[in-house]
């Protein structure tokens, strides 16, 4: 257990903290294993949501592709996809093994002294305040003085974070006043520790793994050993649906996927829980964005414009070299001119009437 730190220059001592293990999310498995099986659980599920719905062809009106088309151009079988996709996630399963032993045990009891320094960061702040508004050719210690009386907390931040008005015991036992952190400065420290932070992460992860993906995938189409070699597999489904969304080389799901996503962790500096959701909803949008379905009411659609309509485009033999985004946004389709342009209507429904034409006639 840490002591309260008394902060010198007339600052608000830090509390006292006392840092245990993190508990486990659920009382029947370790979050070690957790983090391990939880994103492939989701994959499953969410998989097995939209395979349900295209077995039993319950929204029609909505398919990208009809169930024709999954039996006539796609050229692998189902067993075969899924048999390659737990491959890959043993690949997964292995590697996020690895990336948690060399991560230490996730701690907890510091959140309250953490959001204390940046308090602190914040009042420091404040003392650039008075030569900030000075440039400016305005007296800050005047009009502090003036609002002292019925603004005092306005006035302390235009003094420079000088509030003399706010103190504390520091003990309970020897009587002894510190300075304290006024409300509004803990509340904006709140805000930046639970808030701005993990926004931050989350935008450093999507960031890295898009641009990792973007050009792990492109380098694997303009390669022409690339993707003979790896590539090629993926694009054996010319008509994607759900649980084919992993269905990968293994040299190219361990570089592409699983490498990038670890990356990106690392890169984003998150806990080891948060990147744990992290891996989860990544999976689900992968899963999202090959289930061959534009459902309206499905949020995954509508985040970004990288959802399955999109990313059907790079699967069809006219589109393959464009759309290569993934998995989250299309910047970098945007900046390199690779984005697909033009409508697509015709192209899909003379994929249909063709498909159609070779189904097998029902007899009256």
């Known amino acids: 257990m840490a002591n309260a730190t008394v902060a010198a220059d007339g600052l608000p001592p830090l509390p006292a903290f006392e ?6 999310l659920l009382p029947f498995i370790s979050d070690f294993w957790l983090s391990l ?11 097995m949501f939209f395979h349900f719905i295209d077995i039993y062809d319950l929204f029609p009106q909505y398919r990208l592709h009809t169930p024709e088309e ?4 796609n050229l692998v079988s189902r067993f075969d996809v899924a048999r390659d996709v737990f491959l890959e996630q043993i690949i997964q399963i292995a590697t996020s093994a690895f990336l948690s032993l060399t991560e230490a045990r996730q701690m907890t009891g510091m959140q309250a002294y953490d959001i204390a320094v940046w308090a602190t960061r914040i009042r420091l702040a404040q003392r650039a305040l008075p030569g900030f508004l000075g440039l400016l050719g305005l007296n800050a210690a005047a009009i502090s003085q003036n609002m002292a009386s019925e603004h005092p907390l306005l006035a302390g931040a235009l003094a420079g974070g000088h509030y003399p008005f706010l103190t504390t015991e520091l003990d309970g036992v ?3 006043h510190v300075p304290a952190f006024a409300a509004w400065e803990m509340l904006v420290a709140k805000a930046l520790y639970w808030l701005l932070i993990p926004t931050i992460q989350v935008c450093v992860a999507v ?5 990792w993906q973007y050009f792990v995938h492109r380098a694997m189409h303009v390669n022409k050993w690339m993707y003979t070699k790896w ?5 054996r489904l010319y008509v994607p649906y759900a649980y084919g969304a992993l269905y990968n080389h293994p040299v190219e799901a361990f570089v592409m996927d699983t490498l990038g996503a670890g990356l990106a962790y690392k890169v ?11 891996f989860v909803f990544s999976m689900i949008k992968t899963v999202d964005d090959h289930c061959g379905y534009v459902l309206p009411w499905d949020p995954l659609q509508h985040v970004s414009s990288n959802n399955a309509a999109y990313h059907d485009i790079h699967h069809q033999s006219w589109g393959i070299k464009s759309n290569f985004s993934q998995p989250y946004l299309t910047f970098w389709d945007r900046i390199l001119g690779t984005m697909w342009k033009g409508d697509t209507k015709l192209k899909y429904a003379r994929t249909r009437e063709a498909a159609a034409s070779k189904a097998p006639k029902k007899q009256q």
């Open 231 to 235: 590539h090629a597999r993926h694009h």
């Open 70 to 73: 999954i039996t006539q151009r």
């Open 207 to 211: 960031c890295f793994l898009d641009t």
């Open 19 to 24: 840092v245990r293990p993190m508990p486990d």
């Open 37 to 47: 099986v939880l994103p492939h659980i989701a994959y499953w599920a969410v998989s």
């Open 174 to 176: 020897t009587g002894t």
């Open 268 to 278: 984003s500096m998150m806990t080891p829980r948060f990147g744990m959701w992290f």
